[in-house]
């Protein structure tokens, strides 16, 4: 079974400044798919960010980035330039290639303050 | 192009009623995958399906049953509620075959 841990239950950032949240997973997979997801208050899931596990290049969507280890494990998410919408929950969750269901952290609570 | 839309949004019910969960998926989409998220917590995997048939299931038992329709709609049913399904229950549809699953916006449900 696939395991996604989140280790920062919350995190607080100011207005412009940049914020990385850490993501680690376990699997016995070669091929997989990685993502964050953004729930804001209103509490619906947006998809941020995804990458491909045989990848090499960290994927980048606007300010949104990604740091991804295959080796270690790990898929963190850097927000440059914070903005007051970028107050969520954060998830990261895994899927296999041959799967069709995604497996979640338990998020992590992303304030933006002004 | 719609999104994925739920309903109702907010329902409460009692320990051993029955309960159903509506969504209707993005345009285009033919599957659709319902998951269960407590408070605090990241959502869990319930089931998928494709073509009106169960392509895969969580860890839930069988008191949580599915259908979808010929117009890639579908529905969650729960019988006999407990109090740990309170939860909000979320629904995605997707392309088959490809990885992007859009959600929609959620049913929060509260058993008493």
């Known amino acids: 079974a696939q395991t996604v841990t989140q280790s920062q239950p919350e995190m607080s950032v100011q207005e412009a400044e940049t914020v990385t949240l850490s993501c680690t997973y376990d699997?016995?997979?070669?091929?997989?798919?990685l993502f964050w997801y953004k729930q804001p208050p209103s509490r619906q899931m947006i998809l941020v960010i995804r990458q491909e596990a045989y990848k090499q290049q960290n994927a980048t969507e606007n300010r949104f980035s990604v740091n991804f280890q295959k080796a270690a494990k790990s898929f963190s998410l850097k927000i440059s330039d914070s903005q007051l919408g970028d107050t969520a929950m954060y998830f990261c969750a895994f899927m296999k290639v041959s799967g069709y269901a995604l497996n979640f952290g338990k998020g992590t609570s992303l304030l933006v303050t002004p | 192009e719609t999104g994925v839309t739920q309903s109702p949004t907010h329902l409460i019910k009692t320990r051993g009623q029955q309960v159903t969960l509506r969504c209707s998926s993005q345009s285009g989409h033919n599957t659709v995958s319902w998951y269960q998220q407590a408070l605090g917590q990241g959502p869990q995997f319930i089931f998928q399906y494709y073509r009106e048939e169960e392509n895969g299931r969580g860890n839930f038992p069988p008191r949580f049953s599915g259908l979808q329709f010929p117009n890639y709609s579908s529905e969650l049913n729960v019988n006999a509620l407990e109090l740990d399904d309170s939860a909000l229950y979320l629904c995605?549809?997707?392309?088959?075959?490809?990885?992007?699953?859009?959600f929609g916006p959620g049913t929060r449900l509260t058993v008493t």
């Open positions: 995605a549809s997707s392309l088959a075959r490809t990885y992007e699953q859009y």
């Open positions: 699997t016995s997979e070669n091929n997989y798919y």
